[in-house]
């Protein structure tokens, strides 16, 4: 598929907006009395897991349709490799500098081990080896990579039959039901990050087969051109925003937001006018370098909330704050997008998948930091 679905980018947008301000609403840096509630954002992580899985499968399900060899795979985890690493590094490398100076004030750099910066610079600190997080919204992005190195296998068995994929969403959400019942969550049930466990895992895994499964049912149920998914889709919406104000299960919400995920593609009105805006679309276009730096500022702009309070109060210094914090993290993750993951990104894929002679590479190199925009993947988060 060689067009992008604007609403599934705006949707991973939104989730990183919510994700970055409940952070700032449940921050205990700077003692604040925290005036804004949040409830749930953290379960808009499982919309990344189930729209990764369904975004991979719209990009790549052709790739693999005719079976799995080793040159596509080493592609496929090349391509992903280049797609999540480079902006990962750079940002890494900003929360480092920051332990090293003590911005917070905290002596934070000796809690972390020799084990944990290996383990955190290999992407491998979520994998149930129980080593701390330096970026912390990271645990995510690296429990995510076993769905890479399992995903051609994965869509071959899925994406096979309707009975396949249907039976597919079952086991994942009995998976998702262990999880939340194995008492490990820290804010709510389904709020399992620590890599002390294969919960977290398994958490990534189970919304990422939910997503290949949607997109299959998706492809096959007529979904696509279906008059009635605006209604759908406003329909899972307002199950989402209902059960998380009447406080059922965060099943019940699990459910309503990848039901919403997988309606979001169908690019009804309400798709469109809800994710598929420009401001959305831009929030999704930064949106991972959003979800990664944004908690490498809360400590810092915490410490604006006691200096404006004598001025103007504290409930307007706190929301001000967070707005302003919020606008702060927005420009930071454009920066990062722009010379992280697109030159970065583009200049490495020079490099590997492109053995041309010297000057052509050069000249390639110079037009990328020059224009970055030209080869943007469509639809690939």
Request: hydrophobic share 55%.
């Amino acid at each position: 598929m060689n067009r992008e679905l604007k609403p599934l980018t705006g949707i991973r947008g939104i989730a990183a907006l919510l994700i970055a301000a409940y952070h700032f609403t449940i921050t205990k840096a700077g003692n604040l009395e925290h005036l804004v509630s949040i409830e749930r954002a953290y379960l808009a992580v499982d919309a990344f897991f189930v729209l990764s899985g369904f975004v991979l499968a719209l990009s790549y399900a052709k790739s693999f349709s005719g079976g799995v060899s080793a040159k596509n795979y080493r592609n496929f985890l090349v391509k992903r490799f280049l797609r999540i690493y480079p902006a990962y590094f750079c940002i890494l490398l900003l929360y480092v500098a920051k332990l090293v100076v003590n911005v917070s004030g905290d002596g934070a750099l000796a809690q972390f081990s020799v084990r944990d910066f290996i383990s955190n610079f290999l992407m491998l600190n979520t994998w149930a080896i129980d080593a701390k997080t330096i970026i912390g919204p990271s645990w995510s992005v690296c429990v995510e990579i076993l769905c890479y190195f399992l995903f051609p296998g994965m869509i071959a068995i899925i994406a096979r039959t309707r009975v396949s994929a249907i039976a597919t969403i079952v086991i994942a959400l009995l998976g998702i039901i262990a999880v939340a019942l194995s008492g490990h969550g820290a804010a709510g049930e389904l709020d399992v990050v620590f890599g002390d466990t294969l919960y977290p895992v398994l958490r990534a895994v189970c919304g990422f087969w939910i997503g290949i499964a949607g997109y299959y049912l998706w492809t096959n149920t007529g979904l696509v051109t279906d008059t009635g998914s605006g209604a759908y889709l406003s329909l899972a919406l307002i199950g989402m925003v209902a059960s998380i104000a009447f406080g059922a299960s965060d099943l019940v919400v699990y459910v309503f937001i990848a039901a919403a995920v997988i309606l979001a593609a169908t690019q009804s009105e309400a798709s469109q006018t809800l994710f598929g805006n420009p401001v959305s679309h831009f929030l999704g276009k930064v949106s991972y370098s959003l979800y990664l730096i944004h908690t490498l500022l809360i400590s810092i702009f915490v410490k604006f909330v006691p200096l404006l309070t004598p001025k103007i109060g504290y409930a307007a210094a706190y929301i001000s704050t967070l707005l302003i914090y919020l606008a702060f993290s927005v420009v930071a993750a454009a920066v990062s997008y722009s010379l992280f993951e697109v030159r970065a990104r583009k200049l490495l894929e020079v490099l590997i998948f492109r053995p041309v002679p010297a000057a052509v590479a050069l000249t390639e190199i110079a037009a990328i930091i020059e224009n970055p925009a030209g080869a943007e993947p469509p639809v690939a988060p």
